[in-house]
């Protein structure tokens, strides 16, 4: 078994073979995982949240849903899930131009400098960011259409883990947001925490 943890704010790229199993932990709590996952043996083929949720018919994963690939194949199955679901797939990865936004000023980490930074430690050039998964991650639409995000419930040691259907490199990002905005609680209020990422 391989294990890595990954530091508050910080990303991480892991190997993950076809049949093998890749698990992710928020040892805190509340901590929000931005999740990516490429074909090893073709980087153009990334995972794509648009791609699954139109099949899956959820924006939510749920335990045996396949998250497919932008070309429509099946990259992952969701097998354990001890987070109760709260995972989102809407929200673009955080980058330097969304703490701007917020009048943030000067060099911020973001999950798409993250997930940048561990494809290039392997030789890729990331050109566009995808869409992420963001596991423990509280977002809701409701009957209007308003998206929301309500305090993250997450409870320490929630995890979700996944069976590769193919050879992947897996990037893990503890998302760095810690910006204090009305109605937008990504993270506790604690403050950004690391998580834990096993590959069996
Ligand atoms: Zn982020």
């Not at 955080?94 to 703490?99: A, E, G, N, S, T």
């Not at 209007?144 to 995890?159: C, D, I, Q, R």
């Amino acid at each position: 078994m391989t294990s890595v943890t990954v530091p508050a704010a910080e990303g991480r790229a892991v190997d993950v073979a076809s049949g093998q199993r890749i698990r992710i932990t928020t040892p805190r709590g509340h901590q929000a995982a931005d999740f990516f996952a490429y074909n090893a043996a073709d980087v153009s083929e990334w995972l794509s949240p648009m791609h699954t949720w139109v099949t899956t018919r959820s924006v939510k994963p749920r335990p045996g849903d396949q998250f497919l690939s932008r070309y429509r194949r099946p990259m992952l199955t969701i097998v354990e899930d001890t987070a109760a679901g709260c995972h989102d797939m809407l929200i673009a990865a955080c980058d330097q131009k969304r703490y701007e936004q917020f009048g943030f000023e000067g060099h911020h980490r973001s999950c798409s400098e993250n997930l940048a930074g561990a494809m290039q430690a392997r030789g890729h050039v990331v050109a566009v960011t995808p869409q992420p998964v963001n596991f423990f991650t509280n977002t809701l639409v409701d009957p209007e259409g308003a998206l929301l995000s309500p305090p993250n419930p997450v409870a320490p040691g929630a995890y979700v883990e996944m069976e590769a259907l193919m050879d992947l490199i897996c990037i893990v990002s503890s998302c760095p947001f810690d910006l204090k905005v009305e109605g937008w609680t990504i993270n506790a209020p604690g403050g950004v925490s690391e998580l834990e990422v096993s590959v069996a």
